[in-house]
């Protein structure tokens, strides 16, 4: 029997009460299944490890989980940390550090899941924003210079690679030739002059290699426009690290909300874990009140079933939020029902049971 291991760190706020649900769902899917185990291991990194050790994770931590297949996040970040040091020094480390270049995130209206847009049908916003995630605006390169004067400058470099522009968007333009899919190209090139037309210029030379898959190149701006007034022209987005970062959270807001938002953060070369997360945040204004919506974690739990090959699994789990959507029978009180995190996880299995 295949056993999947996986390193999970629940961390701040309401990550380890999503994340619990998120395990209850993956172990009771492995006891259905009978073909393969997971084994969990816990890490207590994160806000409360760092103001007891001054330090997000240990120095040896990437060590530590190249031992494991996959890594379960729950959430960075909690008051008195600042939020350049818990990001930096744990997520962004990890996603360096293992090359997970590929962030993966499915904007997707579930039937039964809220949506602000008027007008706008399930079918209407079906898309994944394939987001660049190694490098670009988030390279952290920079300088500040004659600080505490009134001559101080803040300099932030973005890093764009042939080899980051070219692989990133190779793997959205396999995605959308494989699925059948247009393909979305959205940078700054007519401001940045720089990194954008470059990024352009390598996002058309490609094109070349795939003249099967249809495309379109739009700016930042007019695509934040156009997730809201007409998100059905999406399908296959590729963006940089900045731009889907901003662009994929105004995503989880026409489709359901952040309580629905999964990521994926990959190492397609399984060379290194990759790591898979909601993406709502640690939300410490709730944390500890059983209020937290958890459906986000389970969504990532079929990213990972995803990419365990279990994509059968994958799909049923996604079938089975939508149902619990549907039947409105546990819902937690952002969407409008009374039910406590530790409900969703078992009625989640309850419908997979079906």
């Not at 706020?13 to 649900?21: K, L, T, Y």
């Not at 806000?47 to 040896?60: A, F, H, I, S, V």
């Not at 706008?120 to 670009?136: L, P, Y």
């Not at 039910?339 to 299995?349: H, N, R, V, Y």
């Amino acid at each position: 029997m295949k056993k999947f291991k996986i390193a999970v760190i629940a961390g701040d706020g309401i990550g380890p009460e999503v994340i619990a649900e998120g395990k209850k769902v993956l172990s009771g899917i492995a006891a259905l299944d009978g073909t393969f185990a997971v084994e969990f291991t816990d890490f207590p990194w994160g806000c409360e490890y760092y103001l007891k050790t001054g330090e997000m994770m240990p120095e040896d931590g990437l060590d530590t989980l190249k031992a494991f297949d996959a890594i379960y996040l729950g959430a960075v970040g909690y008051p008195g940390v600042p939020d350049n040091v818990s990001l930096g020094q744990l997520l962004l480390k990890i996603r360096r550090g293992f090359d997970e270049y590929v962030n993966l995130r499915p904007v997707k209206l579930l039937e039964g899941a809220p949506c602000p847009l008027a007008g706008v049908k399930r079918e209407d916003i079906d898309m994944v924003v394939i987001r660049e995630n190694s490098e670009g605006e988030y390279a952290d390169v920079g300088a500040r210079l004659y600080p505490g004067t009134p001559q101080e400058i803040a300099l932030q470099t973005g890093v764009f690679s042939r080899k980051g522009c070219e692989r990133i968007m190779r793997y959205a333009y396999e995605l959308a030739r494989r699925e059948h899919k247009t393909l979305t190209s959205i940078s700054k090139g007519n401001a940045l002059g720089y990194s954008m037309v470059f990024w352009d210029e390598i996002f058309a030379e490609l094109g070349k290699e795939y003249p099967d898959v249809k495309t379109q190149k739009l700016l930042v701006d007019a695509a934040s426009m156009m997730f809201v007034k007409n998100p059905k022209r999406f399908e296959v987005v590729v963006t940089s690290n900045l731009f889907g970062d901003i662009l994929t959270d105004l995503g989880a807001a026409i489709a359901g909300g952040m309580g629905l938002a999964a990521g994926a953060n990959l190492n397609p070369e399984r060379k290194y874990p990759s790591m898979f997360e909601p993406i709502h945040g640690s939300a410490p204004d709730i944390a500890g009140k059983g209020i937290a919506n958890p459906l986000a974690s389970i969504w990532s739990v079929s990213q990972m079933l995803d990419f365990f090959g279990k994509e059968d699994w994958g799909k049923r789990v996604l079938a089975a939020i939508e149902t619990l959507l549907v039947e409105k029978k546990t819902l937690t009180p952002d969407l409008g029902g009374t039910a406590k995190t530790q409900d969703i996880g078992e009625a989640i299995l309850e419908i997979l049971r079906r």
